[in-house]
């Protein structure tokens, strides 16, 4: 006699973000009479659940749109972290201490759940917790604030709005990523879409971005790899292309990296209590919409600004005319990078330009940069003086202070022996007063760019350039360009002579000048 089996009992499939706390303990046969006062955290659906449990990765990018639930999902990481590892220790990570701090910011937000959740004691001077099991997690600001960092031991650093901070910031805090505990050691940076950020340049160069900026379906959770060389990053899409590129060691040394591009649509809480922010979003202007509604990389606020790129023509160097008078205009900067100290100093610039009076057309026909000491600077620009030849002139310009006109004597004279024609430029004025003349000639489409390898800086800069000096956006290109253009388009190019009587006294004979 054979008795059949019975089969097992189908349960109804239902995503368990869907539910509510008595339908969820009636689906698990759990009487939720006796659970009402139990707090749950957890993530809200699969995008989010796959960030959560990313023990693979050693980077991760997760973002991209706004009201994807960013900050709750990584503070819900860190949170595992505590309770599951003894040794766990992290660290959350914003460029300033007022963006931790402020109303509805990250601080106060992983306090609540810290202290509810895991009976964590918040010190709110130190803006750390310190847990049960004897764990201490902190916050700290990242802008020039390196030595708070220093001998500090992470299993993890979460990285608040990553693209605001400075690339080599972010890049430091890999060497902390160090202590004793079981879990990956992990470098978080959670974002929304910014053109001007490093973050854009790795999902580029990694292959994440489509021709228009988004993120490819097919690359959206997929590992990659990327290793440092001779301070450049290069990204594989497997471990071998990395191998056969750059050998064993560099592979095997190689950090594995992700994006995971979720927004709204990923974070059923926004879709269910709080259906009015996706409104705002769809009704934000284009270019905003296209940035934290549908995460698209290649928008910038800055486009509809003072410059754009399609404003220019990109020529080859045979269509320039022959007959234009040339100069050199330098922004001189003289800080060699350190890792310690300064590791972004300004940079020295110099723009070789053209203007052609006939059809008031300005031709940038080259650009230099530098960044080292001034000796290595001085040479540079005598080298570049012989490569253009003496027909061009040299502009330096003349900033305030006393030690700024020393410098700039001993230049000119340096170069006024070798015989060079030199002109100062007197950098008065506000930066927009001293770009206008440029710009109103770039929305007249009256700006040719010569085709180099410097054009994509020389055009990135002028995009965001919004006429005021910021701390951490560079502007030398804007300042050696603006004095380029207003020296070539001048009815005259005259050195200008300085007359040292003193010396004159000494020489004896007779002297036209009085």
Not at 62 to 82: C, D, E, F, N, P
Not at 388 to 417: F, H, M, Q, T
Not at 419 to 445: C, D, H, P, W
Request: some cysteine; glycine content about 6%; aromatic content about 10%.
């Amino acid at each position: 006699m054979t008795t059949a089996k019975a089969k097992p009992r189908q349960r109804k499939k239902v995503k368990y973000y869907e539910l509510n706390a008595p339908e969820l303990f009636n689906y698990l046969g759990i009487d939720h009479r006796y659970m009402q006062d139990i707090q749950f955290y957890a993530p809200l659906s699969k995008k989010q659940e796959v960030f959560l449990n990313d023990q693979d990765n050693d980077i991760i990018v997760y973002g991209g749109q706004a009201g994807s639930g960013k900050t709750q999902v990584s503070i819900l990481r860190m949170l595992i972290g505590v309770l599951s590892d003894p040794n766990y220790a992290a660290c959350i990570c914003r460029q300033s201490k007022v963006q931790l701090k402020g109303a509805g910011a990250i601080f106060p937000t992983a306090t609540r759940v810290f202290e509810s959740a895991a009976g964590a004691t918040t010190n709110k001077v130190e803006l750390s917790w310190n847990f049960p099991n004897g764990q201490e997690l902190k916050a700290l600001h990242l802008w020039d604030n390196q030595n708070d960092y220093q001998g500090q031991q992470s299993t993890e650093f979460y990285v608040d709005e990553a693209t605001q901070c400075k690339e080599s910031d972010v890049v430091y805090l890999m060497s902390r990523l160090r202590s004793r505990a079981k879990r990956t050691h992990q470098l978080v940076l959670a974002t929304n879409p910014l053109y001007d950020s490093f973050i854009r340049i790795w999902l580029e160069k990694a292959g994440y971005l489509d021709e228009d900026g988004f993120c490819k379906p097919e690359m959206d959770g997929v590992t990659t790899y990327m290793a440092r060389i001779e301070g450049e990053w290069f990204f594989t899409k497997t471990f071998e292309e990395m191998e056969k590129m750059f050998g064993t060691d560099t592979a095997e040394e190689a950090y594995r990296f992700v994006f995971y591009s979720a927004g709204v649509d990923d974070n059923p809480y926004i879709k269910r209590y709080l259906p009015d922010y996706i409104r705002k979003l769809d009704n934000l202007p284009a270019l905003e919409k296209a940035m934290l509604r549908l995460g698209c990389w290649y928008s910038k606020a800055e486009a509809s600004g003072y410059f754009k790129a399609e404003w220019v023509k990109i020529v080859e160097q045979s269509q320039v005319p022959l007959h234009l008078k040339k100069v050199r205009a330098y922004d001189i900067a003289a800080t060699l990078p350190d890792k310690e100290v300064n590791k972004n100093p300004d940079w020295t610039r110099g723009i070789l330009g053209a203007y052609d009076r006939e059809t008031a057309t300005f031709y940038v026909l080259d650009m230099v940069s530098l960044r080292d000491r001034p000796a290595m600077v001085q040479a540079m620009i005598e080298r570049t003086a012989a490569q253009d030849g003496k027909n061009v002139y040299i502009s330096l310009p003349l900033d305030p202070g006393a030690g700024a006109l020393e410098a700039l004597i001993n230049k000119r004279a340096r170069l006024a022996r070798l015989g060079y024609k030199v002109l100062v430029s007197k950098t008065r004025g506000s930066k927009m007063e001293r770009a206008e003349g440029f710009l109103i000639a770039a929305q007249n489409m009256q700006v040719v760019l010569v085709k180099g390898d410097w054009n994509k800086a020389f055009i990135e800069e002028w995009e965001g350039f919004d006429g005021k000096s910021s701390k951490g956006k560079k502007d030398d290109i804007v300042d050696a360009t603006s004095c380029c253009y207003r020296h070539t388009s001048s009815n005259s190019l005259i050195p200008s002579v300085v007359f040292n009587r003193e010396r004159a006294s000494r020489m004896g004979g007779s002297t036209l000048i009085e």
